[in-house]
């Protein structure tokens, strides 16, 4: 089964915190989710693989450690998820970053594809898909789907805010992949969203409400 970590971090919650609040404007908003994610990439990649290579410093050789494993990428489901791109790629400037264009049909609340670009070499990288709001599921779902037919073998998912909905649809349809969640709020209303959650996570970001 796919391991699922909440962030116990004191920054991650503070700041989670701020960008719940009704009274967080859209630039607060994008700065906080931005940090966000970069501290749970930090999170996140906790368990890359290491090196030991030899190295010179201005006074001797010595040994040090550089990052081995598999190459990196980030996929944000759009668009909320590309206010998460700018704070994984402080933590991992190498990753490159694909795309992957979901939206949810407002009255079926299915994930309708229309978009995916990805890095040729996708299915050699470790694959970190992102958007802020695990709300039904539906849409990482279908996104880690997607990625899986195109070849993507290693992939992880992170997420500001799940609903236990979503998780428990992620983690029974995708065992293989490992979710990073900043809260785990109480459940989803008639209309998908999260409670207590933060409203829509695209609007807040981008300013279109
Ligand atoms: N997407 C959002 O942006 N917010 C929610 O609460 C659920 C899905």
Redesign the pocket.
Known sequence: MAKVMVMEHPLIQHKIGIIRRTGTSSKEFRELVGEVAMFMAYEATRDLKLREIEIETPLAKTKAMQLAGKKLAVVPILR?GLGMVEGMLAMIPAAKVGHIGLY?DPDTLEPVEYYCKLPADSSEREVFVV??????GG?AVAAIAMLKEKGVKNIRFLCL?A?PEGLKKLQETHPDVDIYVGALDDH??EH????P????????IFGTK
């Open positions: 909320a949810r958007d802020p709001m695990l709300a039904t849409s805010i609903a989803l209303n998908g969203y999260i409670v959650g933060l409203g829509d996570a695209g609007d807040r």
